[in-house]
């Protein structure tokens, strides 16, 4: 059915008051209010699409990063907290039982392929259990029996340099710094610049995620500025989903020193193991996780647990 246009100043006004003009112009508006209505619902389900695939690309409660970007014009935002017992700083000679949160995290989806992380915005709180001397022991300024002291933040850039297609895994590039934030003077900090740079890549086979890092560290000596160590960083995770939005994940990382004989105070050989799970609903993921150390420099058992959330950029254009 063609709709003519009404010219008022050619009787369209006497033809609009016959009831068949009537009909034909409720019939046109009806149309036209549906499709504006399915468009509108179309467009919602196509961004929950992309937001959940953005969420999916995510790795909270592990360490090992995934080299999938959350998606153009996106911003993710995510919370948490970590409490361990028996955690060690070597550096201090303080060990205790440590929390730390909100644990607050930030990445912005600079387009397709790339995004900009901001991470370890938190606090640390140490009940001590033990003293001992150690190489930074006499600058730690501690009189009573815990310490506090704001996390190092973490700043870094990925970028994807090859997509997942048919057999062949995705594969990005990780640049990222260490800011001297949290202080010497409360056992929990160094007071150094720590460079880091991974390759990432990634494989999804069927219900099965599997990510591996593999990249180098530069980690600046504390106890003396002309001297620093070349660490070996490597993580593997794998991710399976049991049930609709859940999955159980687990995972190894940590770093191992190159340096022959004793490494420099702070840089020696980590890792440590994590199992958990994770629930998303939407734009939304929940997770909880339980952690613990391969190395005496590692806390022994540690449990945590965070929340996940992606959504438009309010700076998008």
């Known amino acids: 059915m063609t709709h003519q246009p009404i010219n008022a100043e050619a009787g369209g006004i006497e033809a609009r008051q016959t009831g068949g003009w009537q009909i034909r112009d409720q019939e046109y508006r009806d149309v036209t209010m549906t499709k504006r209505r399915m468009a509108g619902v179309a467009g919602w389900l196509v961004a929950v699409c992309l937001v959940a695939t953005s969420v999916g690309a995510q790795q909270r409660p592990l360490l090992t990063e995934d080299p999938e970007s959350i998606g153009e014009g996106l911003l993710l935002v995510e919370a948490g907290f970590d409490h361990s017992w028996d955690h060690p700083f070597p550096v201090s000679g303080l ?57 190092d933040v973490v700043i870094g850039t990925k970028v994807k340099i090859i997509s997942e297609v048919g057999w062949r895994p995705a594969m990005a590039l990780r640049f990222a710094t ?17 460079f880091y740079q991974s390759l990432l890549v990634g494989k999804t086979v069927q219900s099965i995620r599997v990510v591996g890092n593999i990249g180098f560290a530069i980690l600046a000596d504390p106890t003396r500025g002309d001297r620093q160590n070349d660490v070996l960083t490597y993580g ?6 049991f049930a609709p939005g859940a999955e159980v994940v687990g995972e190894i990382n940590g770093r191992a020193s190159t340096r022959r004989g004793q490494a420099p105070p702070g840089t020696d050989s980590k890792g440590q193991m994590t199992f958990g799970v994770r629930y998303t609903r939407n734009a939304v993921r929940f997770d909880a996780g339980l952690f613990t150390g391969f190395s005496s420099r590692d806390p022994k058992l540690g449990i945590t647990g965070g929340i996940t959330w992606v959504f438009t950029s309010p700076l998008r254009p």
């Open 236 to 241: 593997f995770s794998v991710a399976r989903a």
């Open 95 to 151: 060990t205790g039982s440590l929390l730390r949160g909100p644990l607050v995290g930030l990445s912005f989806g600079l387009g397709p392929f790339a995004e900009v992380q901001i991470d370890g915005i938190s606090t640390s709180r140490l009940l001590i259990n033990e003293r001992v001397a150690a190489p930074l022991s006499g600058l730690v300024d501690v009189p009573g029996d815990s310490t506090r002291s704001f996390d």
């Open 178 to 194: 260490r800011l001297p934030n949290a202080s010497n003077e409360s056992g929990l900090g160094l007071d150094t610049f720590d």
